[in-house]
């Protein structure tokens, strides 16, 4: 049966004909929204880590964090091929020199055939996106930024730190350079609605983009969001309406789209909540089944000319 999304395994697969794998790198940096630049604290969500390994607060050099996953992830899912993914914090968040010494020291492990790197749309610059498209002259390079929702509102709640215009503003730089562009969104964020979350995924869909990655809110320890979820002033969302929401999501957005992800993948010893988020592959089932179910798929609903 044909494929209900167009997830990234397949993707890569098709790119290379083989399985290709993706390494998390913690490079040691940290978030203008963090360190004073923008604000402090962060997002309401995010935790002191920024979803990174703390490798780097380790002295672990990039090169011997890639080359110690490679054997466990290479074992596990018979990949050669590699994927360096700079997820924790802001990894544009850095002069261009420091930048060039990162990613160079990715590709000096054999097998690494392309970078995903995570990022903040207030964070790049024309310097920076001429040293990233130079590598993607020769190799795959995804731009992962963080938007999270369209809706400025919900931005100002979140503590993001940005609005969408500067999301915005940072595609159209990013776009044309090949440089794929991957956006980030939560569902199930403080006072979205469906139709807000809906909104963002028309809007997205207008962009010209490459791919997203979809996440589920969910509650971490020692977060602005745990304090809130202590003192019920948020809920989270069940599997059911999660499924749901992404399901409609995905009906909004092109075919042509790269699916990232369709559910979180929380630290088990950092949730709080809800505890469901943590059964990765059910929860994945369940939204394909739903679209089974349903007899829907990725592009069922999307309009070209929507905005």
Not at 183 to 206: D, Q, V, W
């Amino acid at each position: 049966m044909q494929a209900r999304y167009n997830d990234l395994n397949n993707y890569l697969r098709s790119l290379f004909g083989e399985r290709v794998q993706k390494i998390t790198v913690d490079a040691g940096l940290t978030c203008p929204n963090r360190d004073g630049s923008r604000g402090t604290g962060g997002c309401i969500y995010c935790n002191p880590q920024g979803s990174g390994t703390g490798l780097s607060v380790q002295g672990i050099p990039i090169a011997r964090q890639i080359e110690s996953a490679k054997k466990g992830v290479g074992q596990r899912y018979k990949a050669k091929k590699f994927l360096a993914y700079f997820q924790s914090f802001t990894n544009t968040y850095a002069p261009v020199e420091r930048l060039k010494e990162m990613y160079d020291e990715a590709f000096s492990v054999e097998g690494v055939v392309g970078l995903s790197i995570g990022t903040r749309p207030d964070c790049v610059d024309q310097e920076k996106i001429d040293l990233i498209a130079g590598y993607a002259e020769k190799h795959l390079i995804w731009m992962e930024y963080g938007l999270q929702s369209v809706h400025d509102s919900t931005l100002d709640i979140i503590n993001r730190g940005h609005d969408y215009e500067t999301f915005v503003k940072a595609v159209e730089m990013t776009k044309n350079r090949g440089i794929k562009i991957c956006c980030h969104i939560i569902l199930g964020l403080p006072g979205e609605t469906r139709g807000m979350m809906l909104a963002s995924a028309r809007k997205i869909a207008s962009l010209g983009i490459d791919g997203v990655k979809l996440h589920l809110l969910y509650v971490v320890k020692g977060t602005a969001l745990d304090e809130m979820y202590k003192k019920g002033d948020y809920t989270c969302m069940s599997r059911d309406e999660y499924s749901e929401l992404a399901c409609d999501f995905l009906e909004l957005l092109p075919p042509e789209m790269i699916i990232h992800r369709i559910t979180a993948d929380p630290h088990p010893d950092e949730l709080v909540a809800p505890m469901w988020a943590l059964d990765k592959t059910p929860n994945r089932q369940a939204v394909i089944k739903l679209l089974e179910k349903r007899d829907t798929w990725q592009g069922r609903l999307y309009e070209p000319c929507s905005g």
